[in-house]
């Protein structure tokens, strides 16, 4: 990246990796030092709750704002409906529009955590596109809309390319996405005076189709800026774990299995993820990437605390640190405590602490187990263990629980984020 940015927003893009690639890097630089620019990143409500994932562009969000532009949320109540086919192998199920309305509902809170909402010149808003996208008269759409796209074009983008090469089927609704989100952008722009969509990567073909629509048809200069598309230094997608989706909202996922994510990040992603997903300082980030041996453990505690506060308050933070520092502390184990993560829908239905000690390792067999139980050699949380038939559900499960057998034999049995 050669260009040297005046504003302050691309200035940030810049030093904490944000930036993937820009529409036009110098007239948006002159957009954004000339006044407020309002910008938006869409969401589709797929799920009642935003992931991992999402958060990146969230917190580009978050930092348009902090250096004094306007951000728009688009909850895609509209779009939803039909799916974003970029770059998958299949059609996303079809939600019906009680399950959208529910999922964008659950969305919701985790924006106010980020951004803030209200009547101000660079105050956030929270729009949806059903606004505009359920009363589409199909007919004057084609017209006034459709004419304005090649699919000879559209069929040259990669997310489109790479599913018909692999000659998998792309149905006529799929297709009209990107047409879908491109009208997007321009009713944005005729209503907010929306400047710029962001995204991920991914939507890089979706943003320039609603830069190239809306100059056809309103003949404004608009801009596209997308983020990289992130995977772990070990080559897992960002947001994902063993356990599946790792959620934004507390009651889909615990502030201490959140906290543990962050803090269970591999050594090579430590100062990265600080510049992306906290707000200290860039300088700080390096010094904390930098860190070896045992130092690197608390490089992740601090980025740990630091991104959990962000998206569930300082208080819940503190208190998941609490909780892994009592739980590795207790007994005198170090932080390298074998560890048992089950599966949350394994934990939902329940599970025996008989199977759990087998498992973890501390014994061979349900037999082993059950004879350690009698003769008094099991605890569970440094409290001895009498009953074989207990069983554990993810109520109990939501902080680690601690097993050992004997005296010097200990693992923890918690929940994969």
């Not at 302050?8 to 904490?16: K, N």
């Amino acid at each position: 990246m050669t260009y040297q940015p005046k504003s302050d927003f691309l200035q940030v893009m810049i030093a904490r990796g944000f930036l993937a690639d820009c529409t036009d890097y110098e007239g948006l630089d002159d957009a954004l030092t000339a006044g407020i620019v309002p910008a938006y990143i869409g969401y589709d409500a797929t799920a009642k709750s935003l992931h991992v994932g999402h958060l990146l562009n969230i917190m580009m969000l978050r930092w348009l704002q902090k250096t004094g532009h306007k951000p728009l949320t688009l909850m895609g109540g509209g779009t939803t409906k039909v799916g974003d086919p970029s770059f998958r192998a299949d059609e996303r199920p079809l939600l019906g529009p009680d399950q959208i309305d529910a999922n964008i509902e659950g969305m919701k809170g985790v924006f106010a955590k980020y951004l803030q909402y209200g009547d101000g010149p660079s105050d956030a808003l929270m729009l949806n596109n059903a606004e505009w996208l359920d009363d589409l008269n199909y007919l004057e759409f084609l017209r006034d809309i459709g004419r304005h796209f090649s699919v000879n074009r559209m069929l040259s983008f990669e997310s489109v390319k790479s599913r018909l090469d692999r000659e998998q089927s792309l149905s006529f609704l799929e297709f009209n996405y990107m047409i879908l989100q491109a009208y997007d952008f321009l009713e944005l722009n005729r209503r907010y005076g929306c400047l710029l969509q962001m995204g991920g990567s991914d939507q890089w073909g979706n943003i320039v189709n609603g830069i190239d629509l809306t100059r056809r048809v309103s003949d404004a200069h608009i801009f596209g800026l997308t983020s990289p598309l992130l995977t772990t230094s070990d080559g897992r997608k960002m947001g994902k774990s063993q356990g599946g989706a790792v959620w934004l909202n507390a009651d889909m996922l615990s502030p201490y299995e959140f906290w543990q994510f962050w803090r269970n990040t591999t050594d090579a992603d430590v100062g990265r993820f600080a510049k992306l997903y906290t707000e200290l300082p860039v300088a700080e980030c390096d010094r904390l990437g930098a860190l070896q041996g045992s130092e690197i453990n608390e490089a992740k505690v601090i980025l740990a605390n630091e991104v959990t506060a962000l998206c569930h308050g300082r208080e819940a933070a503190e208190a998941a640190h609490a909780t892994a520092r009592e739980v590795f502390e207790r007994g005198g184990v170090g932080d390298d405590l074998p560890t048992l993560a089950l599966p949350r829908a394994e934990a939902d239905g329940g599970i025996s602490v008989v199977q759990l000690i087998v498992r973890a390792g501390l014994a061979k067999s349900g037999k082993d187990a059950k004879r350690l139980i009698a003769e008094g050699g099991a605890r569970m949380d440094d409290a001895p263990l009498s009953d074989a038939g207990l069983m554990l559900d993810s109520a109990t499960l939501a902080r680690p629980v601690k097993l050992s057998a004997g005296k010097k034999r200990h693992a923890l049995v918690t929940i994969a984020p």
